[in-house]
C-alpha cells in the first residue's frame, strides 16, 4: 500500500470530530501508514461549487492534490462528495493537456503545480482493496452482532465511468467490509437511493432534500436495525442531523443511530462509543450506546 | 431522450416538480430554463445518466446549465452564502463554538490541520479563488 495523507474535508473536522479520532484510531490499529495534511481547505464540495464554476473548482481542488504529492503521498479521504471532488479533479486535469494548464495559471500566482503524481482514494474502497474483508476480520478483537443498514452514498459508486468499482445498481464491496466487523448488513428498499443532500439541495432547498431522507428513513426503519452506517459525513450529517430536522417539521421521531464506517469498524477493533465519539451525535439513542458500552461485558 | 427511465429513475423527482427529461428538452429551445427552480433539485445521484439507454451524461448536462445560470447571475440566496463561507474560511463548512469544544472533549486540537490552522494556506485558497474571479462571480452585485 502507497503511504497516505489523512485529507479531512469540512464536515468531519468541523462537526463531526468523532469520525475524525475513529479514523486515527483505526488506521493506526491497522499500521496504515498517514500523516495529516496541513493547510488543506474545502475539496471543495461538488454539489454547488462544480456548479458554480468548473474552472474555480478544479483549481481549488488541484491545490490540495498538490498539498499531498509535495509530501509523495496518495490522498485518503473519508467523504465521497471530497472522494468526487478529488478522484474527478486528478482524471479530468491528467486527460486534458489544455485544462491542466489553465489550471496550472492559477496555481501558478502561489507557486504551485499540479503533476498527476498521486493516487486519490476512498477508505472504503482502500480497506477493501488493500486489506481486504478477510484482513479486517483477522484484526477485530470485539465481532459486533448487531443488524445494520448500510448506506453506500451516491458518489462512492458513480459516476461509474470515473469509479469503476462494479455495479452501481448492487454493490457489495461496502457490504463485505461491514459484514468483516461481525454486523449483518441488512436488505432494504431503496437503499441504492441518494440521502436526498447532494447537488446544493441540502442548503438551497432543505425541506425537498428532507423528503428523500424521510423516504430511506422510514424504509430502514421498516427493516428493523440497530444503527445505520454511512461512509460519508454529508450523508451523516444528512441522516442524523436531519432527523432532528424532521421531528421538528412533522413529529416523526425515527431515532436511528448513525455511525460512519469508521466507528462501526472502531468498536470491533475494540475502542468504546466514547473514544469514538458516537456519543457526540445528534440521535443518541440510549438504548444503543448502553447495547455497544455492554460489548465489553 | 424518448425512454424516460432518467425521469423515471430520478429520487428527487418523486417529491418535487423535477422532471430531468423535460428539463434537457427544454434546455434545447428555452434559455428561460436558466430561471427554472428544479434546475437546482437535482442532488447529482447519477441514477439518470448511469441508466440512460442512450448514454447520454444527464447530469453533466445539469451542472453545465446550472454553471450557465450562475454566471448570468441567477443563483440562490443560499448558494451566495456558502460560497462567502468558501472564501472567508477556505471551508463551505468552517468551525464553530460546538465543535471546538467537542474536539477538546475529544482528545483533538480545537482547531483541525487545515487552513483553520494555517492563514498562509488560508491566504493561498483565497488567492487562487481571485485568480478564477470566483469573488466577482459570486458576489451580490
Redesign the interface.
Known amino acids: 500500500m502507497e503511504k497516505l495523507s489523512l485529507f ?1 474535508g ?2 468531519i ?3 463531526y ?2 469520525i ?2 475513529a479514523t486515527k484510531l483505526c488506521l493506526e490499529t491497522l499500521e496504515i501508514d498517514y500523516v ?7 475539496c ?13 473548482w478544479l ?2 481542488a488541484s ?1 490540495n492534490i498538490v498539498l499531498s504529492e509535495e509530501l509523495e503521498r496518495d490522498i485518503l479521504t473519508l467523504c465521497n462528495g471530497c472522494y468526487g471532488t478529488l478522484a474527478d479533479a486528478a482524471s479530468a486535469l491528467s486527460e486534458d493537456d489544455t485544462l491542466r494548464k489553465e489550471v496550472n ?3 501558478e ?2 507557486g ?1 503545480e499540479f503533476n498527476g503524481t498521486v493516487n486519490v482514494r476512498h477508505i472504503a474502497e482502500l480497506l477493501y482493496d488493500e486489506i481486504g474483508p478477510e484482513g479486517i476480520r483477522d484484526k477485530v478483537t470485539r465481532p459486533l452482532d448487531i443488524r445494520v443498514a448500510l448506506h453506500y452514498g ?2 462512492l459508486v ?3 465511468k470515473e469509479r469503476q468499482l462494479g455495479s ?2 448492487w454493490p457489495t464491496f461496502f457490504d463485505e467490509i461491514v459484514e468483516a466487523t461481525g454486523a449483518h448488513s441488512v436488505d432494504y428498499q431503496d437503499k441504492m ?2 440521502c ?6 441540502r ?3 432543505l425541506d ?2 428532507l ?2 431522507t424521510e ?1 430511506k428513513l422510514s424504509n430502514i426503519k421498516a427493516a428493523g436495525v440497530d444503527c445505520i452506517v454511512d461512509a460519508c459525513p454529508f450523508c451523516h450529517m444528512q441522516f442524523d442531523a436531519g432527523q432532528v430536522d424532521i421531528r421538528k417539521r412533522t413529529e416523526q421521531d425515527y431515532n436511528i443511530p448513525v455511525l460512519h464506517y469508521m466507528q462501526l469498524l472502531g468498536l470491533a477493533l475494540g475502542f468504546t462509543v466514547r ?1 469514538l ?1 458516537i456519543n ?1 451525535n445528534y440521535v443518541t439513542d440510549q438504548e444503543f450506546l448502553d447495547k455497544m458500552e455492554d460489548l465489553d461485558r | 431522450m424518448k425512454y424516460g427511465v432518467c425521469s423515471g429513475s430520478c ?2 423527482g ?3 416538480s423535477l422532471n430531468v427529461r423535460r428539463l434537457l428538452r427544454r434546455a434545447r429551445r428555452d434559455p428561460g430554463v436558466l430561471r427554472d427552480d428544479t434546475l ?8 439518470c ?2 441508466r440512460c439507454p442512450r448514454g447520454i451524461n444527464i ?1 453533466d448536462a445539469i ?1 453545465k446549465l ?2 450557465i445560470a ?2 448570468e447571475g441567477i ?2 440566496d ?2 451566495r ?3 462567502a463561507l ?1 472564501i472567508e474560511h ?7 463554538e460546538e ?1 471546538m469544544k ?2 477538546k ?4 486540537e480545537p482547531l ?7 492563514p ?3 491566504e ?2 483565497q ?3 481571485r ?4 469573488d466577482e ?2 458576489s451580490e452585485d
Open positions: 479531512l469540512c464536515v473536522p468541523n462537526r470530530p468523532g475524525e479520532i495529516d495534511l496541513p493547510g488543506a481547505s474545502c471543495p464540495a461538488p454539489g454547488v461549487f462544480r456548479s458554480f464554476d468548473r474552472t474555480t483549481a481549488v491545490r495559471r492559477h496555481l500566482t502561489i504551485k451516491c458518489h458513480k459516476p461509474s452501481v445498481e437511493s441518494c436526498g443532500a447532494g447537488g446544493g439541495v442548503s438551497a432547498l425537498t432534500s423528503s428523500m423516504h473514544e465519539g457526540m | 429520487p428527487s418523486r417529491y418535487t437546482w433539485m437535482c442532488t447529482t445521484c447519477y441514477n445518466q448511469e447530469v451542472l446550472r454553471t450562475v454566471h443563483m440562490h443560499s448558494h452564502k456558502v460560497s468558501l477556505g471551508h463551505a463548512v468552517p468551525i464553530n465543535t467537542k474536539r472533549d475529544i482528545g483533538l483541525p490541520p487545515t487552513v483553520h490552522s494555517y498562509k494556506a488560508l493561498e485558497v488567492t487562487i479563488l485568480s478564477c474571479g470566483f462571480l459570486v
